[in-house]
Each structure stands twice: as structure tokens, then as C-alpha cells.
């Protein structure tokens, strides 16, 4: 190691100890750190690692923490950008913090969730083992641009690492037939939770790849995700290696699903969570786990931070919900769907940065759904409160009971005076964020990340 890179370890572990007594955090700073004192630092800190890398737009956070927690329970070493920064500061900072100057004997895994712009900035220093690829929907428009832009940027950084094994969602059509000499292992679904053989209108990838006709579909699971084929060229689905055979059960709290012939409880509500479950099930399997270790992990799995993660706030239960962009809205809504009970409602859009500029995007989310509902207070925050206050009145849910909260003070004591005990909290990334800075520091939840 030279002298640069040594520096550059030490200065950002003694910046990521002094952020956590001081701000609770700092996940990224560190990282930065780091690369202008050694942009070259990333090949130092990866050695010795077996990588797993995931990407793609909705699920990158559950899947990893799935991923992971399977390999701890099945006794592995393991580590993981936990925090959610994954960035390529975010990335770099979790290394050094679990850098050690000792020899490691033991092979030890890093399950790395990577923003989909930045894994080729991390493919240029680091070589996983395994890339997987969630799923690929339009989000931060102002960033990513369509979703064949954010598919052009992960494959730039696939192509730096050939011998990568590539997980990938194999019902997402833009993942088919890629022009790649990597391995790649496909999952999916055997089975349709809707019956539904008609793309939504407001779906996002319509058109196949190949000719741009219309695709068809034997089903769809949600979205532009299903079993796809092309009349016009044959152009269809690749073989999947592994798949979800049935869905037994679905409840607010949990799915009863079959998957390559077993049973598997997934800890963790909706379609989409059975994506992540289904992912991580086949990444592990890559990595030759055992599928009683899995079976036992999936069954136990706690909710990432923010992804449906229950909060007491006095008396009443909140479930906190991340919302993005129009497909993973649309399965929240869905999911939100499974309680029959009368429950209480809480809608954040915020427009920073991290959120996306343009909320455009909530006009193709189906909260017309939500009208159906038994919904009694509906509280309203955030920073573009009115928009999407405006957006709840067109699709038809009671003005009436519409509460507009301009801080998270108004929300929280709204949240608390509520009649019934049960709130669900759909929030945008820095909303969601942002609150539960605030609920840390009024003493609600202990833990920040």
C-alpha cells in the first residue's frame, strides 16, 4: 500500500467516527474524502472482497438488506452500505469504515447497492462477482431521462467487468438479449397476481427493443413487468432459471408464496417485495446458499429504514412507505389495498434533488385507487404539498378530510390526535428522510440509518 492510499484510509475512518458522535451519520462525506485523496483508493479497499452488486430503479435498498441478511444467517461474512448511500462517496465510505490493515483468512462478502449512474464509476476499480438488476422504470426524469437512458448507463459499467455473473429480472423486456459475454442467470414469475394480459397505458417500456411493435403479454405482473413476446419479430421472455410458481397468500403484512416448487414466507407485503424476496432468493443460490438458510431468512426479514418500516409515534402505529416514481407508487397503493380496515393517511412530495426537480410524474400514479378505500384523516406535507393536494382532489378522495401539515411539528401532533391507531405514510426519498430526522430527534425512533 502506498503512502497515499494509507493516509487516505486513516483521515476518512477518523471522519466517519467523528460524524457519527456529531451528526449521527455522514455517510458520504468520508467517501469524498477519500477519493480526493486518493482517487485510486477503491482498488486498496476492495481487495479480498467477493462483490455483490445491485442496481436497477425500485427495490436496490430491500433487495441488498435481503441479500445480506441471508448471508449472515448462513454464517457468512458479510458487509453492506446499510445506510442506503450508494453513491460512488456512499460505496467508498462503507469500505474504509470495515477496512482493516489485518490479513482477513476467511473469503468475505460485500452486498453493495450502487445508484444505477454510478456502477461504472465503480466497474472501473472493482470487479464483482455478481451485478444484479432489479427492474428499470422512469424516475428523476430530470436525471435519468427514460428508462433506455438509465439502461445505457448500467451497461456501461457492466461491460468494464466481463467476468461479473449478471442476476437479472428476467420479466423486465429491456434486460432481454443483451449484447454481453457475461453470465447471465434470469428470474421471474410463473404466475400473474392480476390476470391482467393489457399493458397500462402509463406503463413504461410499451415497445420492443428489437422492432419498436407493441409488446404482448401472456401476463403481467405489475407495470411493463411480465411474460412479454413480440409478434412482429419474436423477440419474448428468456428462459428463467428461477421462478415464483404461485402466490398463496397476501395480507398488509406478509405473502405466502411457492418458489421453484417450496413454500417461502416473505416478511415483507405486495408484488413488489416479492420481486426483491425472488431476487435475493436467486442471488443467493448463485453464491450456492442453502435454501434452509433462506427459507429461515426470508421469514424474518425486518423492513429496510423507511420501506414500510412501522414507527409508534404515541399511540399510533406508521408505517413508513418510500414512493418514487408512477410503478412503485402504483404498488403501494396496491399493497395499502390489502387492509380492509378504516385507516388514517399521511402524503410528503418533496422536490429536491435526490427526489427528482419534476413531480410531473404524479399524475401517472393511480391514486384513484385510493378513493375506494376506507381512508378517514388524510394529512398533506412536504414541500410541493400543494400539488399533490390537487392531484388527491382530482382523484376523487374527500376534501373534507384533507389536513395540510406545513411542518413535520403540525404532521406529527396531526399523526397523534388521530381517531384510529393505523397511518400509513407515503413519502418521497428526502421527505421520508427528512422525517424521520425529526421523529430521531423528538425521541421516536432511537436509531437515525
Not at 467477493?50 to 454464517?75: C, E, P, Q
Not at 433506455?148 to 448507463?153: A, G, I, M
Not at 391482467?196 to 403481467?220: H, L
Request: net charge positive; charged share 25%; hydrophobic share 35%.
Amino acid at each position: 500500500m502506498n503512502i497515499k492510499s494509507f493516509f487516505s484510509i486513516i483521515i476518512s475512518k477518523i471522519i466517519i467516527k467523528l460524524s457519527k458522535i456529531l451528526f449521527k451519520g455522514g455517510s458520504n462525506f468520508p467517501g469524498k474524502v477519500a477519493l480526493k485523496l486518493d482517487k485510486n483508493i477503491l482498488k486498496v479497499i476492495c481487495k479480498n472482497y467477493r462483490i455483490i452488486l445491485i442496481t436497477g430503479t425500485n427495490g436496490k435498498t430491500t433487495t441488498t438488506s435481503m441479500i445480506y441478511n441471508i448471508l449472515k444467517d448462513a454464517n457468512e461474512l458479510v458487509i453492506t452500505n446499510s445506510t442506503g448511500a450508494n453513491m460512488i462517496t456512499g460505496i467508498t465510505s462503507c469500505f474504509i469504515e470495515n477496512y482493516s490493515f489485518g490479513k482477513h483468512r476467511k473469503p468475505r462478502y460485500a452486498v453493495i447497492e450502487c445508484d444505477e449512474a454510478n456502477v461504472s464509476f465503480f466497474t472501473e476499480y472493482a470487479t464483482p462477482e455478481i451485478i444484479v438488476i432489479t427492474n428499470l422504470f422512469r424516475d428523476q426524469l430530470d436525471r435519468y431521462g427514460e428508462v433506455y437512458t438509465t439502461l445505457n448507463k448500467i451497461l456501461k459499467g457492466v461491460e468494464k467487468t466481463p467476468l461479473s455473473t449478471m442476476v437479472l429480472n428476467g420479466d423486465e423486456s429491456l434486460l432481454g438479449d443483451l449484447d454481453l459475454p457475461n453470465k447471465i442467470i434470469y428470474y421471474g414469475f410463473n404466475c400473474s397476481p392480476l390476470k391482467n394480459k393489457k399493458v397500462n397505458i402509463n406503463a413504461d417500456a410499451k415497445f420492443c427493443k428489437k422492432c419498436k411493435s407493441p409488446y404482448k403479454y401472456n401476463f403481467i405482473t405489475y407495470n411493463h413487468l411480465g411474460d412479454y413476446y413480440c409478434e412482429n419479430c419474436g423477440y419474448k421472455r428468456p428462459d428463467l432459471k428461477y421462478t415464483l410458481d404461485e402466490i398463496k397468500l397476501q395480507t398488509p403484512e406478509k405473502s405466502l408464496v411457492s418458489i421453484d416448487g417450496a413454500e417461502y414466507c416473505i416478511n415483507q407485503p405486495g408484488i413488489y417485495n416479492m420481486y426483491n424476496a425472488l431476487c435475493a432468493y436467486s442471488t443467493a443460490r448463485t453464491c450456492k446458499i442453502s435454501t434452509d438458510y433462506i427459507y429461515d431468512s426470508l421469514k424474518k426479514q425486518q423492513s429496510s429504514f423507511g420501506r414500510q418500516e412501522i414507527i409508534n409515534i404515541g399511540d399510533k402505529k406508521a408505517k413508513i412507505i418510500l414512493v418514487k416514481n408512477p410503478a412503485g407508487y402504483d404498488q403501494a397503493i396496491n399493497t395499502i389495498s390489502l387492509d380492509n380496515s378504516t385507516f388514517n393517511l399521511a402524503v410528503l412530495l418533496n422536490d429536491n434533488y435526490a427526489d427528482g426537480r419534476d413531480v410531473s410524474w404524479i399524475w401517472d400514479v393511480n391514486f384513484e385507487k385510493l378513493s375506494s378505500l376506507s381512508i378517514d384523516k388524510i394529512m398533506i406535507s412536504g414541500i410541493r404539498l400543494y400539488d399533490i393536494a390537487v392531484r388527491l382532489k382530482i382523484a376523487g378522495l374527500p376534501v373534507e378530510n384533507f389536513i395540510l401539515c406545513k411542518t413535520y411539528e403540525k404532521l406529527v401532533e396531526e399523526i397523534k390526535s388521530c381517531k384510529l391507531d393505523t397511518v400509513y405514510i407515503l413519502a418521497t426519498y428526502t421527505a421520508m428522510i427528512n422525517l424521520r430526522k425529526f421523529l430521531n430527534a423528538k425521541g421516536y425512533i432511537k436509531k437515525l440509518w
